[in-house]
């Protein structure tokens, strides 16, 4: 599915999960996630968990490209019967609003509302995304971020209507 001029959104393969794995090894990126797996460096791990989750109906899982080169990727999941979002974009393509572009589009694909986030307090790039695309921040809650080994705050965002 073409969404603008170079970014454009597909749905994830198992041969884009390898490179997606690859990414998230970024300690930068981890420690603003905060919130990793317990194994965020298990390559076999990672592969077998998202290879199941690509067949799950519940999911929806979008890998981002540029120029046909992957560069991230969008999912909508649902915890404790919620539908979240969560997304993670190569470094190298961070304050570009490329990631802003991909949700705004994801958001017009994946239609289920309310759809909440979850942001670590101090992650502001993602707190800025997550607003330019229609999100409000309506609580807060605390958690165990395993990428920093503490507890921390994170934010509470929703979106209720179709952009």
């Not at 194994?39 to 989750?53: E, I, P, Q, W």
């Not at 539908?83 to 304050?95: C, L, M, N, P």
Request: net charge neutral; charged share 25%.
């Amino acid at each position: 599915m073409k969404t603008s001029d170079t970014i454009h959104l597909r749905k994830t393969l198992p041969t884009d999960l390898d490179l997606l794995f690859q990414f998230q090894l970024d300690k930068d990126g981890q420690y603003l996630a905060a919130f990793m797996p317990q194994n965020a460096g298990d390559r076999d791990a990672y592969l077998a968990k998202h290879t199941k989750f690509l067949s799950d109906p519940a999911i929806t899982s979008i890998t981002i490209l540029i120029d046909n080169e992957i560069i991230g990727s969008i999912a909508k999941f649902v915890m404790h019967n919620e539908a979240e979002i969560t997304y993670w974009i190569d470094k190298k393509f961070w304050r570009q609003g490329i990631t802003s572009t991909a949700l705004k589009d994801f958001l017009k694909i994946e239609l289920t509302r309310p759809i909440f986030a979850r942001v670590a307090f101090d992650n502001y790039g993602s707190q800025k995304v997550l607003e330019k695309c229609g999100f409000v921040k309506v609580g807060r809650d605390k958690g165990f971020a395993s990428a920093r080994q503490q507890e921390i705050e994170e934010f509470i965002y929703k979106l209720t209507n179709a952009n």
